[in-house]
C-alpha cells in the first residue's frame, strides 16, 4: 500500500464537505518571505507533522491578521485546515536577517517567459500511461471532448488537489446526467505532476477513492521530461522545494480536432461551467 501526505482524514474531508467543527488546527512556525498581498501571505515554514513537509507557500489569511509583518519576521501561527484553509493568530517571534538560501528547486521552473498554448491551439504529443499501466497519448484526445487538469496525490492543502479532485468528482456525476450520445464521448484526464511518486498503483488506489470511473475519468503519470514539457505547454508551474512540490493550477478543455477549445486558471471555476462547454443544449 502506497503512503501519501493527503491522508484519509483530509481526503474524506473535503469530498464530504464536512462543517467547520471538524477543522483540524496546527501552530506552525516559519519565516516571512512576502508580504501580505491578495489574501495572503508567504511562508517558508517549518514540517507540519503528520500533514506537509517543510516549503515555502502562500497562507490564505486575513489583512487584520498579517498586519505589520514584512519579509524576514520569523513568526509562529494557526494554520486551520478545513474545507478551506486559513492562517490565523500570528505572533512575532525576532527577525532572520540572513536567511538560508532555499533549497535547490527541480521542476519546470518558471513557465512566464514561455508562450501558453491558447483556444484554438493544438495540443502538443505526449505519451503517458494510466493508472492500469495502460498508454494514454495525444492520439487519444481525438474524436472526444477531454477535460485535463494537473495534480498529485500527496497535495495536502484544501485548495489544490484535493479541491481539484471534488470538482471532478462533480463534473464526473453531470456528464453521466448527458444525453448517451454527448457522454460517450466525454473524458476525464487527471495529470499527475509528481510522476516519481505517483505510479499507476498509486493513481489507481487514489482515483477509487475519489469513486472515479475508470472507463472515463483516467489519472495518467509518465516520465519526468513529459509530464514537464505537458506542464510548460499549459503554463502549469511545477518545481520541487525539498520534499513538496509548489505548483499552479490548470483545467483544459480539449475538443474532437484535438485543439484546445478553454482554458480556466486557478481554482476558481465552477463544474458547470465546464459541463455547459461540453454540452451547451443539455
Known amino acids: 500500500m502506497f503512503r501519501s501526505w493527503l491522508h484519509p482524514w483530509l481526503l474524506a474531508l473535503v469530498l464530504a464537505g464536512c462543517a467547520r467543527d471538524s477543522e483540524r488546527v496546527f501552530e506552525v512556525r516559519g519565516v516571512v518571505l512576502a508580504p501580505y498581498a491578495d489574501g495572503a501571505i508567504t511562508i ?53 536577517e540572513n536567511r538560508p538560501a532555499a533549497p535547490a528547486r527541480t521542476g519546470n521552473g518558471d513557465t512566464g517567459s514561455l508562450r501558453r498554448l491558447r483556444a484554438g491551439d493544438p495540443v ?12 494514454v497519448t495525444d492520439a487519444d484526445l481525438r474524436g472526444r471532448q477531454t477535460v485535463v487538469t494537473f495534480i498529485f496525490t500527496r497535495c495536502p ?29 466525454v473524458r476525464l484526464l487527471s495529470i499527475s505532476i509528481d510522476p516519481e511518486h505517483d ?43 525539498g520534499a513538496a512540490l509548489d505548483h499552479t493550477l490548470a483545467t483544459v478543455l480539449i475538443g474532437p480536432d484535438g485543439r484546445v477549445t478553454e482554458i480556466w486558471r486557478g481554482n476558481a471555476w465552477k463544474p458547470e461551467e465546464i459541463a455547459d462547454r461540453i454540452a451547451p443544449a443539455r
Open 124 to 135: 502538443p504529443g505526449f505519451a503517458l500511461i494510466d493508472q492500469d499501466s495502460l498508454p
Open 44 to 96: 517558508r515554514h517549518e514540517e507540519i507533522p503528520g500533514f506537509m513537509p517543510a516549503m515555502t507557500m502562500p497562507f490564505n489569511t486575513e489583512a487584520a491578521d498579517a498586519a505589520g509583518l514584512v519579509a524576514g519576521d520569523l513568526v509562529s501561527f494557526e494554520f486551520r485546515v478545513g474545507t478551506q484553509s486559513r492562517a490565523t493568530k500570528f505572533r512575532r517571534l525576532g527577525r532572520v
Open 157 to 185: 492543502v484544501p485548495e489544490f488537489c484535493p479541491l481539484m479532485a471534488k470538482k471532478f468528482q462533480s463534473l464526473q456525476g453531470l456528464v453521466a446526467e448527458m444525453p448517451a450520445a454527448v457522454r460517450a464521448n
Open 199 to 241: 505510479r499507476p498503483a498509486v493513481l489507481r488506489e487514489y482515483g477509487g477513492a475519489l469513486g472515479a470511473d475508470f472507463r472515463r475519468w483516467r489519472f495518467a503519470t509518465g516520465s519526468r521530461d513529459q509530464i514537464d514539457a505537458l506542464a510548460r505547454a499549459f503554463a502549469v508551474r511545477a518545481v520541487r522545494d
